[in-house]
C-alpha cells in the first residue's frame, strides 16, 4: 500500500504535466512532488524497526534500509527540482512546449529511479535502470544545440552499452544459479540469490562481478568510463543535472552495493574491495586532476560529481565502517549536489554562460543565490559545519581502521587538491567587478526560500546527526550482512 | 551468429550491416525455438517469437528507412584485415574467459558460451571503431543479440517478466537512438561521429 503514495505520485504529476496548462501543471507537480517524500518517511519508520517493508506476498517490491535510504534522496531531489525546475522564475527563457516535457519526463524519470531501488527483482531492477537512461537522454537536450546533441548521443550510447555489460554480468549470476537450483520462478529475486550466495561458484561469480561493476559503474561515473559525465551534466538543463549527479549515479550505486552483497555472501569479499577500492582511487584521482583545468563551473560541478561517486564507491569497500561513511556520504552529496546545481542554473541563465572568466561579481548581482550557492559549494568541498565534512572525515577513519594508510593518504591528498581548485574558482565568481550587461538584484528572490531547506539539512547532518538517521544508516550496514 | 558479426568488421556500407543483423536475429530466433523445443520450456517459444517480431521484422524496416535518407558509411577507424585480425584474438579472450562458466555448466548448450561472449566482445569492437552514428546503432543491436545469446546457452533464457523488460527497454532505446540520429543530422549536417568531438575540457 505504501508503495503506491510512492510510485504513482510522479506518473499522476507526469500525466498532469502534459495535459493541464503550466501553471496549473507546476501547482500539481508540486504538490505530488511531496507525497513520496511522505512515503518514504514512512518507510524510514518502519525500516527503524529492522523490518523490510514487502509488497505482495511473493515480495515483487521489498524496502529495506538500503531501498528507504535511497528513496529519501530520490523523493528528496524530486520535490526541489519540482520547485525549482523550468518555469520557475521569470528569467528561465524556457518554452511552454519545453517546460510541459521537462514536467512530463523528469517525472517518469523519477518514477523510474524509485522503481529501480524497491524492485526485490535483479532483472526488473536493470530493466528500470535502463529505463533511466533512455528517460533522461531525451531530456538532456532540452534546449537543443550541437553540443547538448554530441552529450547526449555520447551518453545513451557509453550507458547503453555500460548497462549491456551490466546485463551479462546479471545473466551470469542467474546461470550459476539456475545450474545449483534449476529455473526457479524467483530465481533473480535478492533474497533468494542471497540465500543461495554460499553455494555459487567462486569463478563464475567473480566475472560476472566484473561485467556487473564495470556496467553500472558507467551509469555511476566510475572511472574509467566516466567519459560521457561531465558532457552529459554541464549540456542538460540545470535541473536535470540536479537529478542527475543527485540522484541518479546514487542508484547505480545503489546496484553495485547489492551485487556486492551477493558477491560477499558468496566468499568472495576481498576480491570485491580489492576492484572497488581500484576503481574508486582512479575515479577519484581522475576527477580531481580534471578539476584542476576546468574553465565552465557546470563542468566543475560535474566533476566534482565524480569524485564524490569515487569516494562513495571506496567507502563500499572498507567494511561496516567504510560502508556507513559511504551511505552518509550519498545522503549528503545528494542533497548538496541537487541545490548546487539548481542554483548553477538560476546562475547561468542571468549570465547566460558557464564559463568562470565571464561569471564574476555574483555577490553583487544575485546576493541571495549567490549566497546560497557559496554554502552549496562550500557544503561539497567538505567543510565543517556541512555534512559532507562528517562523511568525508568517517570515510578516512575506515580507511585507516580497515588497513589502507597509504590509499587513504592519497585520497585525503587528491580532495584537499580538489577543495583548493573549487575554492579558488568559487572565490572568483562571487568576487569581483560584475561582468558586463548582467542585471542586478533578484526580482523574485521569495521563489528561494525553500533552499534554505537543504542547508538546513546539511547544516544539521554536519553539527549533530540526529538519532533516526543514523539508525536508518546503522540498519542499512546491517543489510550488507554483518 | 559470430560470422555474421564479422561483417560490418569487413564492409562498409549501412545495408550490408542492416542485413548482416536481420540474418543474425533470424539465427538467434531460431535458436531459441530450438531450444525452447529440446528442453519442454514453452516460454522460449514466446522469446522466440517476440525476437522475429521485433528483431526481424520492425527494426531492419526502420535501418532500411534511415539508410535510405542518410547513405553509406565512410572508412572506419581500423581497416578490415586489422579488424578481423582483433576479432580474432577477441574471440581467443572469450574462450579464456568462459572455461570456468563451461565447467559450471551441466547444460547441453554450453559449448556455445564462448561463442557468444565472443560476440558481446565483438561486437563492442564494432561499436569502438565506427565513425557513423547509424553504424554505432547497428553494433549496439548485435550486442544485444550476442547477450541475448548467451542468456539462451547459458541458462535457457531468464524468466518471462525480465525478459519482456529487456524488450521493452531494446525497443525504447533503439527509437530513442532513432531520434537522436535524426538530431545529429539536423544540427550537424552529417553523421560523422568525429564531428561529435566539440565537447573537451
Not at chain 1, 406 to 431: E, K, N, P
Not at chain 2, 38 to 64: M, T
Request: net charge positive; charged share 10%; aromatic share 10%.
Amino acid at each position: 500500500m505504501i508503495f503506491l503514495w510512492l510510485l504513482s505520485p510522479p506518473l499522476a504529476a507526469a500525466l498532469a504535466g502534459l495535459a493541464l496548462p503550466v501553471r496549473p501543471a507546476r501547482l500539481v507537480n508540486v504538490v505530488l512532488a511531496l507525497v513520496p517524500a511522505g512515503a518514504a518517511v514512512v518507510l524510514w519508520q518502519r525500516a527503524l524497526a529492522g523490518v523490510p517493508t514487502v509488497w505482495p506476498a511473493g515480495a515483487f517490491l521489498r524496502a529495506d534500509a538500503l531501498s528507504t535510504i535511497l528513496a529519501l534522496c530520490i523523493a528528496f531531489v524530486g520535490a526541489l527540482v519540482a520547485w525549482f525546475g523550468p518555469g520557475a522564475g521569470r528569467e528561465d527563457g524556457y518554452q511552454p512546449a519545453q517546460i510541459r516535457r521537462f514536467t512530463a519526463l523528469s517525472n517518469v524519470f523519477t518514477f523510474t529511479m524509485l522503481g529501480a531501488v524497491v524492485v526485490n527483482n535483479v532483472g526488473v531492477m536493470w530493466v528500470a535502470i535502463e529505463a533511466t537512461t533512455i528517460v533522461s537522454a531525451l531530456l538532456i537536450p532540452l534546449v537543443m544545440s550541437k553540443a547538448s546533441v554530441e552529450a547526449s548521443w555520447k551518453y545513451i550510447v557509453i550507458c547503453s552499452v555500460g548497462i549491456a555489460l551490466a546485463f551479462v554480468g546479471t545473466v551470469l549470476a542467474y546461470f550459476d544459479f539456475v545450474n545449483l537450483a534449476g529455473p526457479l520462478g524467483g530465481a533473480l529475486n535478492w533474497t533468494v540469490l542471497l540465500a543461495a550466495a554460499p553455494r555459487l561458484h567462486a569463478d563464475v561469480i567473480r566475472l560476472a562481478f566484473v561485467f556487473l561493476l564495470i556496467g553500472y559503474g558507467t551509469k555511476a561515473g566510475l572511472s574509467p568510463m566516466h567519459t560521457w559525465l561531465p558532457d552529459a551534466h554541464a549540456e542538460a538543463p540545470a535541473p536535470l543535472s540536479a537529478m542527475m549527479s543527485g540522484t541518479l549515479l546514487a542508484v547505480a550505486l545503489y546496484a553495485i552495493a547489492r551485487w556486492k552483497m551477493v558477491v560477499d555472501a558468496a566468499g568472495q569479499e576481498a576480491f570485491a574491495n580489492g576492484l572497488l577500492l581500484t576503481i574508486g582511487l582512479l575515479t577519484v584521482a581522475i576527477a580531481t586532476f580534471s578539476l584542476v583545468l576546468q574553465r565552465s563551473f557546470k563542468r566543475m560541478l560535474a566533476y566534482s560529481s565524480i569524485e564524490h561517486t569515487g569516494l562513495t564507491c571506496l567507502g563500499l569497500a572498507l567494511g561496516p565502517l567504510g560502508i556507513f561513511a559511504a551511505l552518509l556520504h550519498l545522503v549528503n552529496h545528494s542533497v548538496a549536489k541537487s541545490t548546487a546545481f539548481v542554483l548553477a542554473g538560476r546562475v547561468q541563465h542571468r549570465y547566460h554562460t558557464t564559463e568562470f572568466t565571464r561569471v564574476t561579481g555574483l555577490l553583487a548581482t544575485m546576493p541571495q543565490t549567490a549566497a546560497a550557492f557559496a554554502a552549496g559549494l562550500v557544503a561539497l568541498l567538505g567543510l565543517p559545519p556541512f555534512g559532507l565534512f562528517v562523511s568525508e572525515l568517517a570515510l578516512f577513519r575506515a580507511g585507516f581502521a580497515t588497513g589502507h594508510p597509504w590509499a587513504t593518504g592519497v585520497v585525503l591528498t587528491l580532495v584537499v587538491i580538489a577543495f583548493v581548485s573549487i575554492l579558488g574558482h568559487l572565490a572568483g565568481m562571487l568576487y569581483g567587478p560584475p561582468s558586463e550587461g548582467v542585471s542586478h538584484g533578484e526580482p523574485d528572490r521569495w521563489m528561494l526560500l525553500p533552499v534554505l531547506i537543504p542547508v538546513a539539512i546539511l547544516l544539521v547532518l554536519g553539527l549533530s546527526l540526529p538519532s533516526s538517521l543514523s539508525g536508518l544508516l546503522a540498519r542499512g550496514v546491517e543489510v550488507f550482512g554483518r | 551468429m559470430l560470422l555474421l558479426a564479422l561483417i560490418p568488421l569487413w564492409r562498409h556500407t549501412v545495408r550490408a550491416y542492416a542485413r548482416a543483423f536481420t540474418w543474425q536475429s533470424l539465427t538467434l530466433a531460431g535458436l531459441t525455438a530450438l531450444t525452447a523445443y529440446f528442453s519442454g520450456d514453452a516460454e522460449l517459444y514466446a522469446v522466440a517469437a517476440l525476437l522475429l517480431g521485433l528483431k526481424v521484422v520492425v527494426i531492419p524496416r526502420l535501418l532500411a528507412r534511415m539508410d535510405r535518407r542518410f547513405g553509406s558509411e565512410i572508412q572506419p577507424y581500423l581497416n578490415a584485415t586489422t579488424s578481423v585480425l582483433t576479432a580474432g584474438v577477441l574471440v581467443l579472450f572469450a574462450y579464456i574467459v568462459a572455461e570456468p562458466l563451461l565447467l559450471a555448466s551441466r547444460l547441453p548448450t554450453r559449448g556455445g558460451i564462448p561463442l557468444a561472449l565472443g560476440l558481446i566482445f565483438v561486437s563492442l569492437l564494432i561499436i569502438v571503431s565506427r565513425k557513423r552514428a547509424l553504424t554505432q546503432v547497428i553494433g549496439f543491436l548485435m550486442l544485444e543479440n550476442g547477450i541475448a545469446l548467451l542468456a539462451v546457452l547459458a541458462a535457457y533464457g531468464v524468466p518471462l517478466v525480465v525478459e519482456i523488460g529487456v524488450f521493452m527497454d531494446a525497443l525504447m532505446g533503439f527509437l530513442v537512438m532513432q531520434i537522436f540520429v535524426y538530431q545529429i543530422h539536423e544540427t550537424f549536417e552529417s553523421l560523422d561521429v568525429e564531428q561529435l568531438s566539440r565537447l573537451k575540457d
